[in-house]
């Protein structure tokens, strides 16, 4: 699903796993739902400001609530595969 995405998003998308990452090292290993939901919209935000590429991305996800629930959904299901596949 991440390789049909164009570069930029694939490298937002990517980089917010490794927000997501630190959010749950570092500040709450078990987060519960609202918790992962503020997680993942704060690492896609996140990711999104860190590339100077993304400012559009960036600008959409902060005005346009549909669209970060799609991208949210979108990360939280990749990451929901990654915890499955590594704790296997």
Same mark, same amino acid.
């Given at each position: %699903?991440l /390789?049909?995405?164009? +570069?930029?998003m694939?490298m937002v #998308?990517? &980089?917010? =796993?490794?927000?997501i990452?630190k959010?749950l090292i570092f500040?709450?290993? =078990? +987060?519960? /739902?609202f918790?992962? $939901?503020? =997680? $993942?919209?704060d690492?896609?935000l /996140?990711?999104?400001?860190s @590339? &100077?590429?993304?400012? &559009? #991305? @960036? &600008?959409?996800l902060?005005c346009?609530?549909?669209? %970060?629930k799609n %991208?949210? @959904?979108?990360?939280? =299901?990749? #990451?929901?595969g990654w915890f /499955?596949? $590594? #704790?296997?």
């Amino acid at each position: %699903m991440l /390789t049909v995405q164009q +570069p930029v998003m694939r490298m937002v #998308i990517q &980089d917010s =796993f490794e927000w997501i990452r630190k959010a749950l090292i570092f500040k709450n290993a =078990f +987060p519960d /739902t609202f918790i992962a $939901t503020e =997680f $993942t919209q704060d690492s896609l935000l /996140t990711a999104a400001e860190s @590339h &100077d590429r993304a400012t &559009d #991305i @960036h &600008d959409r996800l902060v005005c346009d609530a549909e669209y %970060m629930k799609n %991208m949210a @959904h979108l990360v939280s =299901f990749l #990451i929901l595969g990654w915890f /499955t596949v $590594t #704790i296997k």
